[in-house]
């Protein structure tokens, strides 16, 4: 059961990168996945979630520039980044939410992250 | 939005001390409380999940409590791998937050 990130790398303001989490182990459709950042030396940041039922929420900072979506075939979930800012550099991790009773929203798979960084 | 307090926002321990590190939240988030471990260039790694529950794998000597808006993690006896970040989060409502991070170090 893992998560494996790809699609991170250097790009400029302004412009559009476009992250994959490859699942194996469990169906991403079935879950609640999600989108979790980290700055450079930061804290913990949640940048978008979407439920088993196709419903989507974002964080206020990226809401009209990201789109969260999933490919059931493939078991493989995205984050289209648009209008990309030098605040969105960080490392972005996907992260299983198993939308249990018992869990309660805690995330108990992470990828490994992959790097953005936004800059000229 | 809820706010999610750490504290401290670090600590030094000795190896085979008990250290608590504390969360608290801007409103009441019943028991939607988890704790994280990060360590160096790592993924976080779920700790403890809806206040109390401990994650398989995880060592017995971590535990957490709390309900409403005040939240303990406990380590009970510091090992030298626990040197690392820990993060609260809260899963009451969206959008999802988290706290800043405490980093534990060994003396």
């Known amino acids: 059961v893992q998560l494996v990130e790809s699609g991170g790398g250097l790009v400029q303001p302004g412009g559009s990168l476009r992250l994959s989490c490859s699942a194996s182990g469990f169906a991403v459709g079935a879950n609640y996945m999600n989108w979790v950042r980290q700055a450079p030396g930061k804290g913990l940041q949640w940048v978008s979630v979407?439920?088993?039922?196709?419903?989507?929420y974002y964080a206020d900072s990226v809401k009209g520039r990201f789109t969260i979506s999933r490919d059931s075939f493939k078991n493989t979930l995205y984050l289209q980044m648009t209008r990309l800012r030098a605040e969105d550099t960080a490392v972005y991790y996907c992260a299983r939410d198993p939308n249990t009773y018992d869990y309660q929203g805690a995330y108990d798979i992470w990828g490994q992250g992959t790097m953005v960084a936004v800059s000229s | 939005d809820i706010q999610m307090t750490q504290s401290p926002s670090s600590l030094s321990a000795s190896l085979g001390d008990s250290v608590t590190i504390t969360c608290r939240a801007s409103?009441?988030?019943?028991?939607?409380l988890h704790w994280y471990q990060q360590k160096p260039g790592k993924a976080p790694n779920l700790l403890i999940y809806t206040s109390s529950s401990l994650q398989p794998g995880i060592p017995s000597r971590f535990s957490g409590s709390g309900s409403g808006i005040d939240f303990t993690l406990t380590i009970s006896t510091v090992q030298p791998e626990d040197i690392a970040t820990y993060f609260c989060q809260q899963s009451f409502s969206t959008p999802i937050t988290f706290g800043q991070g405490t980093r534990l170090e060994i003396k």
């Open positions: 409103q009441s988030i019943s028991t939607s």
């Open positions: 979407t439920y088993n039922d196709g419903t989507t």
